[in-house]
Structure formats: structure tokens, C-alpha cells
């Protein structure tokens, strides 16, 4: 009777206060307890809602399929879900794991860059190295950052079928839009940066890609060794993402290995323009084991990145955002997002 009693008054609590019991069940979550590997934070001006995307994976007909979820929040600390928002069309090109999910608002509606895999060989690479498979980076479409994302009718990749490609991103320029993505190191030993144009539906690439750089150019970035001494030193990039300063400079932050530790450093365009010439800055805005960041502004007008750290994908990665200040020429980390 007392137990009755009080489920009564604390309904009528609830009542009073405009809140069910399927919306207490559904509180948020501590952005400190989600375990996320490349964070990517659309600030959804329409809703005012900050969305935070990440790999899943679904199986259907028996057969696992990559996918994708978002988590959002109203504050960058507690966040509701996740909500599937993406599963791989079966009749895919490829159906495999995704990587580094992001979405970017344009031109009125939603577009995800996925980076989907496979274990499909389409080349034998040289002794001791790994294999080249099948890895790129696919556009999909929805009305909203909620999805359902769906994919173009093509159902191929917007990078070149002959590279393996990764983190693809959109960057819009006098109109024209571009995706700018990594050259695997696994392909190429010293990763690269490319730029492939894209149609004004994003429905495709158009004409050939263009490198940009290659990881071995910023003087922080000093490579992995490998088990095998006969085999040649690596040089990852990871993690692209373009950033016009409050000066009109065009940067990119982008990610790779420093002393062995995971970091993010700075590009900047010496025209302006995506096309380049990019000249690497001298040292990483990040440097302690973290990584693949991206830039968000905040709703009251803070610059943001996020990223994910400690780098190692054995569960314990979390998404770290730090304020940024814009100096015009560079970018400077300031403080962190620290969890209430």
C-alpha cells in the first residue's frame, strides 16, 4: 500500500512537471560514457541541436551491414540515444564496417560521408605489407540529420574505385563543391591528401583527383616503423577538416603519428584556395595520443573541435572538445568541455 502510494504522487509529480515515464527512461548520457572513434558534431541551426555521429552495425537477412547512429544534445554533455540514422543498401558496392561517419547540411538537406570497407583483396601488396581491398568514401542523402540516409542511384563510391580512400569531406568553394579525403598509406606508403570535385547534387565525383600533399611533409609528423626492417617507413593521414579564419586564411587540420603518439596538425592554403599550394605548420595544434578531429561552432558562437582520444580502439576512446581560438593565421587550443 505504501509502495502504491507513492508511485501514485510521485505520477502525479511527473504530471505536474510535463514529464512521462518513457522520457525519464530515455535521460541522457555523460558525452564521458560514450565510446566514439572519429566524432563528428553537426550544429544544427534548424532545431538548434547538436548531433554527434558514429559507426554501428546492423544485421539483416543474416548478414552484418555497416551502419550508422547519432546521439544529440542540447548542452555537448549529455546526449540522448543513439538513434540509427543509416544501414548499408545490400546491393551495395561494398556493405562492409564504416568509418568516420560525418554530416553536412547543404543546399537545403542532409548528406553523410561514409567511409564503408571490405576484406574484398583487389590487389597483393608486397611481402609483409597488408593487402589492398576495397575501402572508400560514399555520399548518402536525407531531409534529416536523422536520416534515414539513402544512397544515389549509382551505388558506388565518390573516390576513385583504383585507390583505397578514406575520411572524405565536403568544402564548398565560389559555389563549387569538392570533397577532400585521405590516400591510404597502405596504397600509397606515404599517405596523401586528395581533392576530387564533386557534381552540384553531390550524386558524384567529376574529372580526376588531385594530391594536395603528402603526410610526410609536416615536419611533426614522423611516421610508423614497422615489425619488418626490410619494410619501409609509413606516413598515415586521417582526419581532414577545412576552416576559413577570421583573416580569410584557409586551413585544414588533419591527423597522423608524432614520436608515436596519435596528433592533429595544421595546413594552410598559401592561396587561399583548396587547390593550394599547402605548406604544413611547424608543429600540431594536438599532440597526446588523440585524433581525426573536425570544427563546429557552438550556438552561442564558440569555436569548437572535437576529437577522439586516447587512440586505441579497444573500447576506452572518448570524444574530447576543447574551445578554439581563431588567430587568424593558426589555431590554439584553449579549454576543455569538462563533464558536469
Known amino acids: 500500500m505504501v509502495i502504491n502510494r507513492t508511485f501514485q504522487y510521485f505520477s502525479f509529480i511527473l504530471l505536474v512537471l510535463g514529464t512521462t515515464f518513457s522520457e525519464i527512461q530515455a535521460q541522457s548520457t555523460s558525452i564521458a560514457d560514450i565510446h566514439i572513434r572519429d566524432p563528428y558534431i553537426l550544429a544544427d541551426t534548424k532545431s538548434e541541436t547538436y548531433y554527434m555521429y558514429r559507426s554501428a552495425s546492423t544485421k539483416k537477412n543474416g548478414k552484418q551491414l555497416g ?66 581491398t576495397f575501402r572508400g568514401t560514399q555520399i548518402f542523402y536525407s531531409d534529416s540529420p536523422e536520416g534515414p540516409f539513402l544512397p544515389f542511384d549509382n ?40 581533392l576530387i570535385q564533386l557534381k552540384p547534387d553531390l550524386s558524384a565525383s567529376v574529372g580526376e583527383p588531385l594530391t594536395l600533399f603528402h603526410a610526410s611533409a609536416a615536419p611533426w609528423s614522423t611516421g610508423s616503423e614497422h615489425k619488418q626492417s626490410d619494410l619501409p617507413t609509413s606516413y598515415v593521414t586521417d582526419g581532414c577538416f577545412l576552416y576559413r579564419t577570421q583573416t580569410e586564411k584557409l586551413l ?11 596528433a592533429i596538425g595544421i ?7 583548396v587547390t593550394g599550394p599547402w605548406i604544413q605548420q611547424k608543429d600540431p595544434i594536438f599532440n597526446k595520443h588523440g585524433g581525426h578531429g573536425m570544427l563546429f561552432k557552438s550556438f ?35 579549454n576543455k568541455l569538462e563533464s558536469k
Open 252 to 262: 585544414m587540420i588533419w591527423s597522423s603519428f608524432m614520436n608515436g603518439e596519435y
Open 67 to 132: 551502419g550508422v547512429e547519432v546521439f544529440k544534445s542540447k548542452d555537448l554533455q549529455n546526449w540522448e540515444g543513439p538513434i540509427h540514422v543509416f544501414t548499408v543498401p545490400e546491393n551495395n558496392w561494398i556493405t562492409g564496417r564504416i568509418w568516420a561517419p560525418e554530416v553536412h547540411s547543404y543546399q537545403g538537406k542532409y548528406y553523410l560521408f561514409a567511409t564503408l570497407n571490405s576484406e574484398i583483396r583487389w590487389k597483393k601488396s608486397q611481402p609483409g605489407w597488408t593487402d589492398f
Open 155 to 194: 551505388l558506388m563510391p565518390h573516390t576513385p574505385m583504383d585507390e583505397m580512400a578514406l575520411d572524405g569531406t565536403l568544402w564548398v568553394e565560389n559555389g563549387i563543391p569538392y570533397m577532400i579525403y585521405c590516400h591510404e598509406w597502405v596504397q600509397t606508403i606515404d599517405g596523401g591528401m586528395n
Open 300 to 334: 552561442d558562437g564558440k569555436l569548437n573541435i572535437v576529437f577522439h582520444s586516447p587512440n586505441s580502439p579497444g573500447g576506452s576512446e572518448r570524444a574530447r572538445i576543447y574551445e578554439v581560438e581563431d588567430k587568424g593565421d593558426t589555431l590554439v587550443l584553449k
Open 267 to 273: 595546413a594552410e592554403s598559401s592561396t587561399g584556395k
